[in-house]
């Protein structure tokens, strides 16, 4: 591992490419999980994914963006690793809508280390194992060094997409909330509430449903959803 572990460090800090969406693979590689995300999380940055190893790694992703909790968030949170070796069995942290989501996606282990540069906080890395796994404290030091350097590739990226008149590149896209930013906006146009009101409904309108934000941002941009005012009431209309 440790030699995995040199050439996945030196391959993320010889990245210079547009395309963002494979930083994830170097980092799954180095340790004995079976994948890892990248997400950009809090005011800083778009809460998005930035790169996923493979689908399940992206569902965690998902989940964590939707629901507004889990280990990533509280990661970032306390600028510390959140480290949870049989979450499925044996959750140490206390997240109750997180755990039961995460429970249906068969996932035994959560690691979640956050990315920053100085005192930016700008999101996390997770590392996940479909069976309960735990990490060595010199695996978990070495994931920390490499969320280190991806906290500033990640915020170099973000710098060189707002001074780009280009739009991002197209790989990029498979992980836009760019929909639900749009929706919470048609939101906050029906009702005029604030930004966090507005994504609070959505949030909550996708868990009722058991659905993900995505698919409710798509009925709102589409008009097959609208909220309303009904006295001291809000409504959602199909």
Do not use: K
């Given at each position: 591992?440790?030699?995995?572990f040199s050439?996945?460090?030196?391959e ?7 395309d963002?969406t494979?930083l ?5 590689r180095?340790?004995?999980v ?20 493979d ?14 909790e889990?280990?990533?968030?509280d990661?970032l ?8 070796p049989?979450i499925?069995?044996r959750?140490r942290g ?13 996932i035994g ?5 956050p ?5 930016l906080r700008?999101?996390a ?7 309960p ?6 695996q978990?030091?070495q ?6 350097v ?5 915020l ?5 997409a707002?001074s ?27 009702l005029?509430v604030?930004v ?11 868990y ?8 409710v941002a798509?009925?709102?941009l589409?008009g ?8 001291d009431l809000?409504?959602?209309?199909a």
């Amino acid at each position: 591992m440790a030699d995995a572990f040199s050439d996945a460090l030196q391959e993320l800090r010889e990245f210079s490419g547009a395309d963002a969406t494979r930083l994830a693979e170097p980092i799954a590689r180095s340790f004995p999980v079976s994948g890892a995300s990248i997400s950009t999380l809090g005011e800083i940055l778009t809460s998005e994914t930035v790169s996923a190893s493979d689908p399940l790694a992206a569902r965690l992703d998902e989940l964590q963006l939707d629901l507004g909790e889990g280990p990533c968030w509280d990661a970032l949170r306390t600028f510390a690793p959140v480290l949870e070796p049989d979450i499925r069995h044996r959750p140490r942290g206390s997240w109750p809508v997180f755990l039961p989501a995460v429970a249906q996606e068969g996932i035994g282990a959560v690691f979640a280390f956050p990315l920053a540069v100085g005192h930016l906080r700008l999101g996390a890395v997770d590392l996940y194992s479909v069976d309960p796994t735990t990490l060595t404290p010199r695996q978990a030091r070495q994931a920390s060094a490499m969320a280190a350097v991806v906290s500033r590739l990640v915020l170099r990226r973000a710098l060189e997409a707002a001074s780009d008149d280009e739009p991002v590149s197209a790989p990029i896209d498979r992980y836009s909330r760019r929909a639900i930013h749009q929706a919470t906006g048609m939101v906050i146009a029906q009702l005029g509430v604030s930004v966090d009101d507005a994504e609070m409904l959505v949030r909550g309108h996708a868990y009722a449903e058991s659905r993900t934000m995505a698919e409710v941002a798509d009925d709102i941009l589409n008009g097959r959803l609208r909220f309303s005012v009904d006295g001291d009431l809000i409504e959602d209309r199909a």
